[in-house]
C-alpha cells in the first residue's frame, strides 16, 4: 500500500535553513505530483507546494515563494522540500501529499489522496 | 486566492444524527471540491474528491453534493469514530486553499 515518511523537521532559529524528505513506497512515483502541506499548532491545513510527476513544473504559496524550494529524485522515490529564511510563522507540522486526478473533458480534478504522519518544524530562538 | 469558508465552524451532535456541512468558495470551482476528516495528531484522510466521488474504503454514509461555489458534506448517521474535524478544499487553481475547519464534537 502507499507509504509515505517524512523526516528531517526539528527546532532552527529564525532566519536558518532546513531541509526536509518524504520517502515514498507503494505506487509508481515517477508518475505523479507531489505536494507540502502544513499545519500550524491548533490550526487549519495549508497548502505549501507541489511538483509535477517529472519535476519540471513546480509552484507555491504566496507565504513561501523565493524562500521553500521543492524538488524530487524520481530514482530514489523521494520529495524534499528545502526550507530557507524561516520566520516563527513557517512553526507548523509538513506533510508530504500524493496527488491524485479524475480526468474530465473540461479539466482535471486534483485531490490529496495519501498523505504522510508529518514531521513537526519548530522556528524559535 | 480562492478563499473557501465552511459553517458550521463547529458542531455538536450525537451518535446516530444526519449531519451536513457547507462549504462555499469565493468564485465558481465547477467540481474541484474535495473533504477531508483529521483526527487529533494524525494525518488528513480523503474522504471525498471531485465534490461526490466516494474515495475508496470510506463507509457509505458519508456523501458530498452541490456544484458552482456552494458544496455540502453530509453524515447520514454519525458514528462514533467520526468525530473529528472535516475540511473542504478547492482545487481548481493554486494556491490550493482549504476551508476552516468544522470541528464535530459529540453532544
Not at chain 1, 535553513?17 to 499548532?41: D, I, K, N
Not at chain 2, 487529533?40 to 463507509?59: D, H, R, T, W
Request: contains cysteine; neutral net charge; proline residues 4%.
Amino acid at each position: 500500500q502507499v507509504q509515505l515518511v517524512e523526516s528531517g523537521g526539528g527546532v532552527v532559529q529564525p532566519g536558518r535553513s532546513l531541509g526536509l524528505s518524504c520517502a515514498a513506497s507503494g505506487f509508481t512515483f515517477r508518475t505523479y505530483g507531489m505536494h507540502w502541506v502544513r499545519q500550524a499548532p491548533g490550526k487549519g491545513l495549508e497548502w505549501v507546494a507541489v511538483v509535477s510527476y517529472d519535476g519540471s513544473n513546480k509552484d507555491y504559496a504566496d507565504s513561501v515563494k523565493g524562500r521553500f524550494t521543492i524538488s524530487r529524485d524520481n530514482s530514489e522515490n523521494t520529495l524534499f522540500l528545502q526550507l530557507s529564511s524561516l520566520r516563527p510563522e513557517d512553526t507548523a507540522v509538513y506533510f508530504c501529499a500524493k496527488e491524485g486526478v479524475h480526468y474530465f473533458g473540461s479539466g482535471n480534478a486534483n485531490y490529496f489522496d495519501s498523505w504522510g504522519q508529518g514531521t513537526l518544524v519548530s522556528v524559535s530562538s | 486566492d480562492i478563499q473557501m469558508t465552511q459553517s458550521p465552524s463547529s458542531l455538536s451532535a450525537s451518535a446516530g444524527d444526519r449531519v451536513t456541512i457547507t462549504c462555499r468558495a469565493s468564485q465558481t470551482i465547477n467540481l474541484y471540491l474535495n473533504w477531508y476528516q483529521q483526527k487529533p495528531g494524525k494525518a488528513p484522510k480523503l474522504l471525498i474528491s471531485a465534490a461526490s466521488k466516494l474515495q475508496y474504503g470510506v463507509p457509505s454514509r458519508f456523501s458530498g453534493g452541490g456544484s458552482g461555489s456552494n458544496f455540502t458534506l453530509t453524515i447520514s448517521s454519525l458514528q462514533p469514530e467520526d468525530f473529528a474535524t472535516y475540511y473542504c478544499q478547492q482545487s481548481d487553481s493554486t494556491p490550493y486553499t482549504f476551508g476552516q475547519g468544522t470541528k464535530l464534537e459529540i453532544k
